[in-house]
């Protein structure tokens, strides 16, 4: 079985309409601010930035927007996020609602912090 899968965030974005698209546009400006040095990919087929491993993930849904900044971003948040529904490693964001893109510029910098501590102690291990 084919499937168009996206090949890149662009394409996942071009998929959408027009006011998904623009949701979906500032998310990516908001994660590339807060992590310029993370590279942009496709993983689960859903828009991922990297950065010494997964940084996090975001995808749209009929009602809102998905965002994975792994556990540790939603715990260390845990009060500020505590009005969207989510499970573990995930959040949702209601399309009904304002986007918190200052709470995901805040989640990715801590998101970086933590990888770069991480890969910087494993460095140290070798």
């Given at each position: 079985?084919?499937?168009?899968?996206?090949?890149?965030?662009?394409?996942?974005?071009?998929?959408?309409?027009?006011?998904?698209?623009?949701?979906?546009?500032?998310?990516?400006?908001?994660?590339?601010?807060?992590?310029?040095?993370?590279?942009?990919?496709?993983?689960?087929?859903?828009?991922?930035?990297?950065?010494k491993g997964n940084?996090?993930?975001?995808?749209a849904f009929k009602?809102?927007?998905?965002?994975?900044?792994?556990?540790?971003?939603?715990?260390?948040?845990?009060?500020?996020?505590?009005?969207?529904?989510?499970?573990?490693?995930?959040?949702?964001f209601p399309l009904?609602?304002?986007?918190?893109?200052?709470?995901?510029?805040?989640?990715?910098?801590?998101?970086?912090?933590?990888?770069?501590?991480?890969?910087?102690?494993?460095?140290?291990?070798?």
């Open positions: 079985m084919k499937t168009n899968a996206p090949k890149n965030i662009d394409d996942y974005i071009a998929g959408f309409p027009k006011d998904i698209q623009a949701i979906l546009k500032k998310i990516r400006t908001t994660i590339r601010k807060a992590a310029p040095e993370a590279e942009e990919a496709m993983s689960y087929q859903m828009p991922t930035f990297k950065l940084l996090v993930h975001f995808a009602n809102h927007i998905g965002f994975y900044p792994a556990p540790t971003g939603i715990e260390k948040f845990k009060k500020e996020l505590a009005i969207y529904q989510g499970g573990k490693g995930t959040l949702q009904d609602q304002p986007i918190p893109y200052d709470l995901i510029s805040k989640v990715v910098k801590f998101r970086v912090k933590e990888n770069l501590a991480k890969a910087a102690a494993k460095g140290k291990k070798k």
